[in-house]
């Protein structure tokens, strides 16, 4: 399928939930596997998105590095803004965050406000990954 020349092609950011003890190489594998299950590529990730205080974690620098990216990290209050958009509910994750998903949300909160998800949340052993993507934008 040709890309419309007059729109410019989303942005898709990858949000991730992952354990301390994950290593880096299941989180790369897991994004990997989530842009093959939406029919995407490596090219088409413009960002990787989790929680602020996951942000730091050398796991996450590592992964980040490995797919050529930079982290983002999202405040609770930007992840709780775009719950009501979150389709996976985790109890767990609700008790402790406030929110129904850590993947979910931060892709969607990264992505931006009129973002939506490409793939819900999918699960790894120590890790989760969603996909979203900001909506087409007409160029300039």
Same mark, same amino acid.
């Given at each position: 399928?040709? =890309?419309? %020349?007059?729109?410019?092609?989303?942005?898709? *950011? +990858?949000?991730?939930?992952?354990? /301390? *003890?994950? %290593?880096?190489?299941?989180? *790369?594998?897991?994004?990997?596997?989530?842009?093959?299950?939406?029919?995407?590529?490596?090219?088409?990730?413009?960002?990787?998105? /989790?929680?602020?205080?996951? @942000?730091?974690?050398?796991?996450?620098?590592?992964? @980040?590095?490995?797919?050529?990216?930079?982290?983002?990290? !999202?405040?609770? +209050?930007? !992840?709780?803004?775009?719950? @009501?958009?979150?389709? /996976?509910?985790?109890?767990?994750?609700?008790?402790?965050?406030?929110?129904?998903?850590?993947?979910? +949300? @931060?892709?969607?909160?990264?992505?931006?406000?009129?973002?939506?998800?490409? =793939?819900?949340?999918?699960?790894? %052993?120590?890790? /989760?990954?969603? =996909?979203?993507?900001?909506?087409?934008?007409?160029?300039?």
């Amino acid at each position: 399928m040709d =890309l419309d %020349p007059d729109v410019s092609p989303p942005r898709v *950011v +990858a949000g991730v939930g992952f354990r /301390t *003890v994950t %290593p880096p190489e299941e989180i *790369v594998a897991l994004v990997h596997r989530a842009l093959m299950e939406a029919g995407l590529g490596a090219g088409d990730l413009a960002a990787l998105a /989790t929680a602020a205080d996951r @942000a730091g974690a050398p796991a996450l620098h590592a992964a @980040a590095a490995s797919l050529g990216l930079t982290p983002i990290a !999202l405040d609770a +209050a930007a !992840l709780r803004a775009v719950d @009501a958009r979150v389709v /996976t509910r985790s109890s767990r994750i609700t008790a402790s965050r406030g929110i129904g998903s850590v993947a979910e +949300a @931060a892709a969607l909160a990264g992505a931006g406000p009129q973002a939506r998800l490409l =793939l819900p949340r999918i699960a790894s %052993p120590g890790a /989760t990954c969603a =996909l979203a993507a900001a909506e087409e934008s007409a160029r300039d």
